[in-house]
């Protein structure tokens, strides 16, 4: 079991900038996949950005050069560096891991943190 935590939204205005965090409860490093969503209200959640095993990253076309996808393997800790926010970006942002346990895909999801960009 992993529990994940994530931290650091709020509101803040257009053009301005975030750091969410997501504290897992052990190492995740060693996943295959870790990775931020997101839901806005009467939308369906949505991958924002993604590190797989081998540190390939993959982002959204919405977020491309704006938000960067980062882990601190010691603090069993990932980030997500969001700049130059939009009203757009506001949604309840979610930290993922998925791994493979006795065979079989096991995901984790944090409790979700809200962002709220004002324009």
């Known amino acids: 079991q992993v529990q994940l935590v994530e931290s650091g939204g709020g509101l803040v205005q257009a053009g301005g900038s975030l750091r969410l965090s997501c504290a897992a409860s052990?190492?995740?490093?060693?996943?295959?996949?870790m990775g931020w969503y997101r839901q806005a209200p009467g939308k369906q959640r949505e991958l924002v950005a993604s590190v797989r095993s081998g540190g390939m990253t993959t982002y959204v076309d919405s977020v491309k050069g704006r938000f960067t996808i980062s882990s601190d393997s010691a603090k069993n800790t990932m980030y997500l560096q969001m700049n130059s926010l939009k009203p757009e970006d506001t949604a309840l942002y979610y930290c993922?891991?998925?791994?493979?346990?006795?065979?079989?895909?096991?995901?984790?999801w944090g409790q979700g943190t809200q962002v709220t960009v004002s324009s």
């Open positions: 052990r190492s995740i490093s060693g996943n295959y996949f």
């Open positions: 993922n891991t998925k791994t493979i346990v006795s065979g079989i895909l096991t995901e984790y």
